[in-house]
């Protein structure tokens, strides 16, 4: 006989939204929910003792219907995230569904489905599907790859008024039910737990002798009932002994039986205590109710702007989305601009470079030439020095000659000064003298003698 190979079950994370902008866990997890009847709801807890405890609901309460369908949904959906096993069963069994009904839409509307995804909240609008099934699909399609968008569904409408609406669901009608069980009795049984709520099904649901029992409200006949529950149970598992189908069940129901009448003993008495309690507590809650009704108008004035709140909260986030949008292009053009900004640096850096060894060249160049023709001019200044020396020599030379020719010059113009007044005097003295030759002829000698010893022309004129 081979041996059976269990299947892997699908790991489906966790998605949340961390509460932002009012959407919280339980309002996706009520979502979730939503899809399913509170006949499979109750399926899929029954066999989880821990999660019964903290919602504070008995199987028995849950076997018999008897939980409220808005009470069982709000408190699964306020602990659901807490419990990972249960909510990835819920979401396994999700799936399916909506992958079928994006198959349809896209086939619908000739698009692809991540299309059709993105554009949920127009096909939302034109209630082509319901508000359950617009946020269960952003939230798990691809793993909530689209979850952001769940901020513009909530732009116009109070999350927690959608939660209400959520848990609110109506429960299943009687054909309905029929049909859910018809779908139980004819699915294959599962190992483990399934097996025995199935088992607990065909006890309550599909029995010839068994019908549905109604449990009153008062925990003495609910014992009761619990007992002729039981007692009808035994006989069945005498009967059925051989195969051990109902023990599970009958041990069970045993056990709850048990904590049934310890809750019960503890409840009367907590009872006695409310009761007085309750009559000390009437004259306040007279009091009180005048109190109760200005608050709860201040609660309504405070739902109201906290409406108001959260739709300024969504535009702001719609504007913040489209800041984003653009600032993310001014960065691209600001990394644009800085990667123009490195390249014309770059060049201009190459091209200074360049720039400089030209000037360097020519500028060396010309140094050299500079030096060349310098040494020139102080050779051709040395030359000059050296004729302005000698020319000052010759000038000193001249100048000596010039004083030399000066005082001479002096000399004989005092010589000549003298000679004409003697000139002078001797005309005066001939013009007088008119008697003797003697004395003419000497005179005449010795002027002949002073023109040959001052060369001076005796000629007369």
């Known amino acids: 006989m081979k041996r059976k190979t269990g299947s892997s079950v699908k790991k489906n994370p966790y998605i949340s939204m961390d509460g932002l902008?009012?959407?919280?866990?339980?309002?996706?997890?009520?979502?979730?929910?939503?899809?399913?009847?509170?006949?499979?709801?109750?399926?899929?807890?029954?066999?989880?003792?821990?999660?019964?405890?903290?919602i504070k609901i008995s199987k028995l309460e849950l076997s018999g219907n008897k939980v409220d369908s808005v009470l069982l949904r709000e408190k699964l959906s306020q602990v659901l995230s807490n419990y990972y096993e249960l909510y990835n069963k819920f979401v396994n069994s999700y799936l399916s569904y909506m992958e079928n009904t994006l198959d349809i839409i896209a086939n619908k509307t000739d698009r692809t489905i991540d299309e059709v995804v993105r554009n949920i909240k127009g096909i939302y609008e034109k209630n082509?599907?319901?508000?359950?099934?617009?946020?269960?699909?952003?939230?798990?399609?691809?793993?909530?790859?689209?979850?952001?968008l769940l901020v513009e569904l909530f732009v116009d409408q109070h999350p927690e008024s959608i939660y209400k609406e959520l848990i609110s669901k109506q429960v299943l009608s009687v054909e309905d039910k029929?049909?859910?069980?018809?779908?139980?009795?004819?699915?294959?049984?599962?190992?483990?737990?399934?097996?025995?709520?199935?088992?607990?099904?065909?006890?309550?649901?599909?029995?010839?002798?068994?019908?549905e029992i109604d449990l009153p409200n008062d925990p003495r006949e609910i014992v009761e009932s619990a007992i002729r529950m039981l007692e009808h149970a035994s006989e069945m598992y005498k009967e059925k002994e051989s195969d051990g189908e109902y023990k599970d069940l009958y041990d069970n129901l045993l056990e709850e039986q048990n904590e049934l009448k310890v809750t019960i003993e503890n409840q009367s008495l907590k009872l006695r205590d409310l009761e007085k309690l309750i009559k000390s507590n009437n004259k306040q809650i007279k009091g009180f109710t005048s109190e109760i009704n200005q608050?709860?108008?201040?609660?309504?004035?405070?739902?109201?702007?906290?409406?108001?709140?959260?739709?300024?909260q969504g535009?702001?986030?719609?504007?913040?989305?489209?800041?984003?949008?653009?600032?993310?292009?001014?960065?691209?053009?600001?990394?644009?601009?800085?990667?123009?900004?490195?390249?014309y640096e770059k060049e201009t850096n190459t091209l200074l470079i360049e720039r400089e060894s030209i000037f360097r060249e020519e500028s060396n160049k010309q140094l050299q030439s500079s030096q060349l023709d310098l040494r020139q001019v102080q050779q051709e200044l040395e030359d000059i020095k050296d004729k302005m020396n000698i020319e000052n020599s010759n000038n000193l030379k001249l100048m000596q000659e010039l004083q030399q020719a000066l005082s001479q010059i002096d000399r004989l113009n005092k010589d000549y000064e003298l000679l004409l007044s003697e000139r002078e005097e001797l005309l005066r003295v001939k013009t007088l003298s008119e008697s003797g030759v003697q004395g003419e002829e000497e005179t005449n000698l010795d002027f002949e003698w002073l023109a040959k010893e001052f060369n001076y022309d005796n000629t007369p004129t």
């Open 21 to 54: 902008y009012g959407i919280k866990d339980e309002l996706l997890d009520a979502a979730l929910l939503y899809h399913f009847s509170d006949h499979e709801i109750s399926q899929i807890i029954y066999g989880n003792v821990s999660l019964l405890r903290a």
């Open 128 to 148: 082509v599907i319901p508000t359950h099934t617009t946020i269960n699909i952003l939230r798990f399609y691809k793993n909530g790859l689209h979850k952001q």
């Open 178 to 211: 029929k049909l859910n069980k018809s779908q139980v009795n004819n699915s294959p049984k599962k190992e483990g737990g399934d097996l025995s709520r199935n088992n607990f099904e065909y006890l309550h649901d599909t029995s010839d002798d068994a019908k």
């Open 295 to 312: 608050l709860q108008m201040s609660n309504t004035r405070l739902n109201q702007n906290y409406e108001n709140q959260l739709k300024e």
């Open 315 to 343: 535009k702001i986030s719609q504007t913040l989305g489209e800041t984003r949008k653009e600032r993310d292009t001014l960065q691209a053009e600001n990394d644009t601009l800085t990667r123009k900004i490195n390249n």
